[in-house]
């Protein structure tokens, strides 16, 4: 259909901006319950490095729930079963996933163009669903104070995609908040992280490798072949990192893990090393008349614990329970559809504030310290405690691989695996 000015336009009930876990999941989750809906997603694929690519206990247990637990199983992947770090009398776990009474004890760790890939195919075997790749999302259209749909550029040229209910899922940059203008609160970070691979042929094991060093930290996650690395420096020093040179950046590498000092050398250039502007807000209010913001579009989090995926899952798994058979029957127009989308933010308001109040006392007591210069190694009182009294362990592996309120899949989305 074309609309009066010659600009491409139809019609979908849920158009959900953003093809990543949250989009492709709410997506995968509303099309199983007979809600047309069409996930529009800027890229022509899913072959990007993102980086941290983990996969949490809980966003495990939900693909088991979807019937997708044995084809995850069978993409190659490895497993951190613990969070370890190294101190003057060796070794000490500070998190232990083997300790929770979980259907999968561990987080996975898989490049995330293969989970997307195996979300967007099982979406696709649902009549009501539809994915759009190469289609940029530019703005949104409005009819009064109530938002109804969005603009988009795409090879065929621009075009309007009209809906009865549009969410965001594009993350932290989300046009679709820019264009909305929700209001936000902001908290100050103090440091930036740059991503780089090392590959390596050793054995690294399945523990995540957090190492401290006065003016630095690095968190080392295996994966087949060689580690990633988020390396953490103060915020704005990039220019900085980048003037003391290749030679000087390996060398920290492998003084803060030496478990891959001879394979440093591996790093080709600073262009392999990405730099994260990282932020940390979230927002006052998660819609607006006809749009809804879930996962970093609504609270952007900090890298800390590598939680950020599992939240903004769970945010779909709840925004698919609560707003299925509103958007079937068509009544989230008017106050009572306000009230529906309000649902959402009460319901995931709490672990977002949670788990960012735990990243903020991490990024005060522990980082902030060591990136001063004031801290080099983890901090002896929770060293001490921890080795006292193993079973406490649990306490940051649940934290971190399950978060606060927990979602599941709704009966209505379970397929048999």
């Not at 040179?245 to 050398?265: M, S, Y």
């Amino acid at each position: 259909m074309t609309s009066t000015d010659g600009t491409r336009e139809d019609r979908t009930t849920c158009a959900v901006v953003g093809g990543g876990p949250a989009g492709l999941v709410l997506g995968l989750l509303l099309a199983r319950a007979g809600v047309r809906v069409t996930v529009l997603e800027k890229h022509a694929d899913f072959l990007r490095d993102f980086r941290g690519d983990t996969v949490h206990p809980t966003t495990l247990a939900m693909l088991d729930d979807l019937g997708l637990g044995e084809r995850f199983a069978a993409l190659p992947h490895s497993r951190v079963r613990r969070v370890q770090v190294p101190t003057d009398a060796g070794e000490a776990v500070l998190a232990d996933f083997g300790r929770l009474p979980l259907r999968h004890p561990y987080i996975a760790t898989v490049p995330q163009w293969d989970l997307l890939t195996l979300l967007a195919d099982a979406a696709a075997q649902e009549p009501t669903f539809d994915l759009r790749v190469r289609h940029e999302v530019t703005g949104v259209v409005r009819e009064g104070d109530r938002v109804t749909g969005v603009e988009y550029r795409s090879p065929d040229g621009p075009g309007r995609l009209l809906a009865d209910l549009v969410v965001a899922c594009d993350g932290r940059w989300s046009v679709v908040r820019r264009a909305v203008g929700l209001p936000a609160r902001r908290f100050r970070v103090g440091f930036d992280v740059w991503w780089v691979r090392v590959p390596t042929s050793r054995r690294v094991g399945e523990s995540l490798l957090p190492r401290l060093a006065r003016g630095r930290a690095v968190v080392a996650i295996p994966r087949e072949g060689y580690l990633q690395l988020a390396y953490l420096g103060p915020k704005g020093t990039d220019a900085a990192l980048r003037a003391r040179g290749l030679e000087a950046f390996r060398a920290e590498v492998a003084a803060l893990v030496p478990e891959v000092a001879d394979d440093v050398g591996r790093i080709a250039s600073l262009d392999d090393v990405k730099h994260l502007d990282v932020r940390m807000d979230r927002l006052r209010r998660w819609h607006a008349p006809g749009v809804l913001c879930i996962g970093d579009a609504a609270h952007a989090m900090s890298p800390v614990g590598g939680v950020g995926i599992n939240l903004a899952v769970q945010d779909a798994v709840a925004t698919a329970r609560l707003l299925a058979a509103p958007l079937r029957r068509g009544t989230l127009h008017g106050p009572r559809g306000d009230r529906a989308l309000a649902r959402v933010r009460r319901r995931r308001a709490l672990p977002t504030a949670v788990v960012q109040a735990v990243q903020r006392v991490v990024h005060a007591r522990v980082l902030g310290p060591a990136l001063a210069g004031r801290l080099a190694g983890p901090p002896r009182p929770l060293v001490a405690v921890v080795r006292r009294v193993p079973a406490l362990t649990a306490l940051p592996a649940a934290v971190v691989g399950v978060g606060p309120r927990p979602e599941r899949v709704p009966r209505w989305a379970r397929r048999p695996s």
